[in-house]
């Protein structure tokens, strides 16, 4: 690229591993349309003042029907002046007011990307959409998993969740590192099989609904954030999931591990010399010129996703 | 059809019966419907707690315990708390109700008769019972039995008996106590066992139902891992005293039934307010907030959250189970008991005065927040042990200095914002309401005081 200059690094007030995390979920989107094409769909979210997944998912994925939820009913001026598309609809209320109230006949992508840390509200929010949307339709939940803030708060989720989900001997030392993350994927995980065992126990749909987990990332801008997500297909349509070919993605997570999405700092100039040795490039025949490693391995995981320059905001 | 011309001969003095006999499904289904996994599972540590009883009569459990396995593929339940004896096995424990002469044991959990057929027909569809206890006599001979019954076999036969398949001398190295095993689980059971969330509920309801059993000694598990009950608590300090009633009620031809309540203060939780009723040591009922104790009677207001501090604990003990005020699931209290009806006065007289006290407490927080004095006093008291409270005293708490407020006016208007801005910044305030308050005193001040 001319005139720009060598040495400059990429800006992490940006958030490039949440950058990555998005077009991870894009691409994921986009072999949906086994059940029906993707543009079809509907998507909700949470998009706050920026928007970004609802600028991706409606250029790359062409979806229209759009719903964003904003609970500061004191940002409406500022959310509606932001709002990047005529296709997408701001309601201002909360997710408990919200989700119970839309039509669960069309299938939907439900991106819930809350900034804190796991609540009973949480929890009912996902069964909401557990319990009433259609086969083919695909639920993510991102939720705030540092260390200090789940401290801080454990007392508070304590007497907000209850005993039975946070027991008393759960301590600080049980929410170091990555463990608090791994406790919000135990509790998510039972409360979707919990959701849809009733569903299924009704008998109200034509054949009984299944969860398969698709992603499990754990990433680290700023805060430690985790995010679980997956479909919910019918056990009727379960040739339509085979066929989406989901485990084929690199960052395909069935299960209790997690999919790092660390971004390594590399120049612009490395990231080129990179680039032009991958996918295939293995260690020993790239020419390292200084980069550790490391760097290329975690380049290497994510280099399709990693933040372009030109995209400063996207 | 028979014309009515002639009557048939032979009716007159004819005899016949209409079959009345039960049949085991019914009868299970019956049996298991009204009761939940979770108080099922606790009626089967009950048994393990009344054998504790048994081989230690001055309640120092030290050394027993009880662990509780629950995953899908089988229920087991294993102590060391003295074994079931081998008459009783035969002749008592697993009939359906109690028969006549049935050996009873002071101060027990058990009485109606039903806790473990009832919690093993709920679980699943094929159980183990093996104990190691004493043949008849506590400090005798020592046999090794064991009941083990395919339900589903036993459904279809016209006995009611279980056989007993094994009897045998045990090991030197065998302790006294009994492991019950269930397999073939029920498909609701099998998906509970899976569910975390219903884990600790079972561990919570354990915990909470024998607190003071746990407290006594018996080391309680569930899959390995600790039951803990802390203990139960009231501030207590030279000013803040816990109100304690007790009583001795001695019915006619009856064991008499002893009474305690201690009611005050404790922190502040909603979700553990309320009072807590115990049988022979075995909760039954809490933290409850509703008229089935004392809110909303008489002179009780309804339980609101400015009661968050309220801890109330009532103990009923008697060496006859039958007298104390409990429900056959053990959940909740007959209030229709003589006993209860009585001890229920004595609930509310104590319960009076500490609402009185949260009344005034709230008003003063309502006043000056964490700055009210009555919320002082609570700090400085220190919390002191339910079972060490048993002088009766009433409740005594300091009563609120502060005079109430004064009947107050509200004044509202609009300013200019420039206007308001420029005064805000002469007055160094921030919000509005400061600007109407140091104006207001500046004219009440110069112009209405002198």
């Known amino acids: 690229m001319t005139g720009s200059p060598s040495f400059q690094r990429i800006n992490y007030a940006l958030r490039p591993a949440k950058n990555v995390e998005r077009k991870m979920l894009a691409e994921t989107f986009h072999h949906l349309s086994r059940f029906q094409p993707v543009r079809e769909y509907r998507y909700i979210g949470l998009g706050s003042v920026y928007f970004s997944d609802f600028v991706l998912f409606h250029k790359t994925l062409g979806i229209t029907d759009m719903i964003c939820i904003e609970r500061e009913t004191g940002s409406a001026d500022r959310v509606e002046f932001n709002r990047p598309f005529g296709c997408v609809k701001i309601e201002m209320s909360s997710t408990a007011g919200v989700l119970p109230s839309l039509g669960w006949d069309k299938r939907s992508i439900t991106w819930l990307d809350y900034d804190s840390v796991l609540s009973a509200g949480t929890l009912s929010d996902v069964d909401t959409v557990v319990s009433r949307a259609p086969s083919g339709s695909v639920l993510a939940v991102t939720l705030n998993a540092h260390p200090r803030l789940l401290e801080d708060s454990i007392d508070d989720m304590r007497e907000d969740l209850g005993a039975e989900i946070l027991p008393e001997r759960i301590g600080p030392s049980d929410l170091e590192g990555w463990k608090g993350a791994g406790f919000y994927w135990s509790i998510l995980s039972e409360s979707i099989r919990t959701s849809l065992e009733r569903r299924n126990d009704g008998h109200t749909d034509p054949s009984p609904m299944m969860f398969e987990q698709l992603f499990h990332f754990h990433y680290q801008d700023s805060s430690k954030m985790f995010t679980l997500g997956g479909l919910l297909y019918s056990e009727a349509e379960t040739t339509l999931r085979d066929a989406c070919g989901f485990h084929q993605l690199d960052f395909y997570r069935p299960g209790p591990e997690a999919f790092l999405i660390d971004v390594p700092k590399l120049t612009f100039r490395e990231i080129r010399h990179l680039d032009r040795r991958l996918p295939s490039g293995h260690p020993n025949e790239v020419d390292l010129r200084g980069i550790p490693v490391e760097d290329l391995e975690r380049y290497a995981r994510l280099y399709r996703f990693f933040p372009g320059f030109v995209e400063a905001e996207f | ?450």
């Not at chain 2, 074994?83 to 009783?88: H, R, T």
């Not at chain 2, 509310?348 to 006290?357: A, E, M, Q, Y």
């Open chain 2, 1 to 450: 059809m028979a014309t009515a011309a002639a009557a048939p001969a032979n009716v007159d003095g004819e005899k016949d019966t209409a079959k009345g006999d039960p049949t085991k499904d019914f009868f299970i289904s019956m049996l298991v419907r009204d009761i939940e996994l979770t108080a099922a599972i606790v009626d089967l540590v009950d048994n393990c707690v009344d054998g504790a009883l048994r081989m230690h009569h001055d309640l120092d459990f030290a050394g027993r315990w009880v662990r509780v396995t629950a995953k899908p593929e089988q229920f087991k339940i294993a102590d060391n708390c003295g074994g079931i004896p081998l008459n009783i096995l035969k002749d008592y424990a697993l009939c359906f109700g109690r028969p006549e002469g049935t050996p009873t044991t002071e101060r027990s959990i058990g009485q109606f008769g039903v806790g473990m057929k009832r919690a093993l027909f709920k679980l699943g569809e094929w159980f183990r019972i093996e104990t190691i206890g004493p043949r008849v006599h506590p400090d005798g001979e020592l046999v090794h039995a064991v009941v083990q019954v395919p339900v589903r076999d036993w459904r279809r036969a016209k006995v009611w008996d279980f056989p007993i398949t094994e009897i045998r001398t045990p090991r030197p190295d065998e302790e006294r106590g009994t492991t019950i095993t269930v397999k073939d689980l029920h498909q609701e059971v099998i998906r509970e066992f899976g569910r975390s969330q219903f884990i600790e509920r079972l561990r919570g309801e354990i915990a909470t139902k024998h607190r003071w059993n746990i407290q006594r000694g018996i080391g309680m598990s569930v899959d390995e891992i600790g039951v803990d009950a802390p203990l139960a608590e009231l501030f207590e300090s030279s000013d803040l005293r816990p109100g304690v009633a007790t009583l001795q009620m001695n019915f006619p031809k009856e064991k008499p039934v002893v009474f305690k309540a201690v009611a005050g203060v404790a922190p502040s939780k909603p979700r553990e307010a309320g009072w807590y009723v115990y049988c022979n040591g075995r909760m039954v009922l809490g933290p409850d907030q509703t008229s089935q104790t004392v809110w909303g009677t008489g002179e009780i207001p309804r339980y609101h959250n400015q009661f968050a501090y309220f801890r109330g604990y009532a103990f009923f003990d008697s060496d006859d189970a039958g007298m104390l005020p409990w429900r056959t699931t053990k959940n909740g209290v007959n209030e229709d008991s003589p006993v209860y009806q009585r001890a229920r006065q004595e609930m509310i007289s104590l319960s009076r005065p500490v609402i009185d006290f949260l009344n005034q407490l709230k008003e003063e927080v309502e006043q000056k927040a964490e700055a009210a004095p009555l919320l002082g006093v609570i700090k400085q008291a220190k919390p002191r042990a339910v079972e060490q409270l048993n002088k009766t005293q009433g409740f005594s708490a300091p009563r609120s200095t502060l005079g109430p407020t004064p009947p107050e006016g509200r004044i509202t208007y609009w300013e200019a914002l420039d206007r308001l801005r420029q005064v805000k910044k002469r007055l160094k305030v921030k919000s509005n309401e400061d600007v109407g308050h140091l104006t207001f005193e500046y004219y009440y001040d110069s112009e209405v005081e002198k």
